[in-house]
C-alpha cells in the first residue's frame, strides 16, 4: 500500500507540502488542476509547476484526482469527440511526466453531494453530513447556494462556474437513463483506456457518492454488480476503480471487503474513510476508526493486506477538529489521524502475518 494525501495546490490548500511529508510513510500527492474547466487540455507547463512543486517538498504525483469528464461526453452528445480528444491529450501529458493512475467520475452534474458541510458531532468537531429529506424536497439550484454560502472555500466539484448553467444542463439530461449513461461511458472507455495503455496510466473510475440517484438523475456507479459490469465494458488492467469506502458504505448493503476480494487487481488507488449511517438513511462523516462508524475499515484494511494491495491509498474526508479552518473534510488532523490508523492497522496484520510465516 503506497500511502498519498490529497492536496489541492498552492494558494488552493491550507496544508502546506512540507506538513504532508512530515505524516509518517506518506509518500505522494493527489493532484489537480482545480482551475482548468472540464474539457479542457491541460497545459504541460502547469503540469510541471505541480511536479516541481511536490517534489522540492519530496512528494511524487503519482495520483491525479480528478480530470472531470465534460458533461457533452456524458450526455453522449456530438460534441463529445472533441473533449474526448482533449482528455486523451491530458492522459498523454500526464503519462509524460510519469503519473500512474488517473481518477474520474462520471456522475451526471454534480460531483458529491452533502446538505450540511459543518455538522456539530457533539464535542466541538464538525463533519460532513447528509440529510435524505433536504434534498428529497429541495431545489438543487438553492441546495448548492445556501450550503457554499456556509463555507469559504466550496467542495471540489462544486465550483461556482461549474454550476452556473445548472438550469440548462437539467434540461439536456431530461430522458437521460441509466441505459444512456452506460452506453456514454462505453463510448468514451473505448476511446480513452488505449490511450492510457499507451501512456501507463490507469484510469481509476470514482463510485458515485452518495451511491444512489440524487434530484432524479441518473446514477450508475453504485454497488459490487455494477462495478462489474463497468470492469467488463473495456477488459484491461488500464480500466480501473479507485474503492472508496465511504462513498459505497453509506449504503449499508453494499460490502466492501468483498469488492476487495472481487476486484483487486482492478484497484489501483483505494480511498479509506469512515461513514456513520442512521437507521433513517442520513450519513455522517466520522473519523477513521472502525468503531466510530458504520463500515469496517478494519476489515477493510484487512482485505487489502490480504490481496497484497500494492496501489495507492489515501484517507478520505476527516472531521474539522482542534479549531482547524480547511477545506470542507481536507483538513490536515483528522486525516493524518486517518493515516496512522490505517498504518496502524497494515502493521499489525504485517507482524501477525510474519509470526504465521515463522510459527511464532
Ligand atoms: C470528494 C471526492 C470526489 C472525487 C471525484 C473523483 O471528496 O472523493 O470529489 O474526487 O468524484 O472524480
Redesign the pocket.
Known sequence: MKMTFRWFGEGNDTVPLSYIKQIPATDGIVWSLHDIAAGEEWPLDRILEVKEQAERAGLHIDVV??V?VHEDIKLGLPSRDLYIENYKKTIEKLGSVGVKVI???FMPIF??LRTDLHKPMGDGATALFYENSRIANADPFQLVKEINANSALTM??WEPERLQHLTRLFEAYQGVTEEHLWENLRYFLNEIIPVAERSGIRMAI?PD?PPWSVFGLPRIMTCQEKFRKFLQLYDSPYNGITL?SGSLGANPDNDIVAMIHEFGDRIPFA?IRNVRVYDNGDFIETSHRTQDGSVDIAGIVRAYHEIGFTGYARP??GRHIWDEKCRP?YGLYDRALGIMYLWGLWDAYELEAEKKVSGV
Open positions: 484526482e480528478s472531470n481518477c474520474y467520475n460531483d458529491w471540489p466539484g470514482h457518492d472508496c480511498h478520505d474526508h473534510g
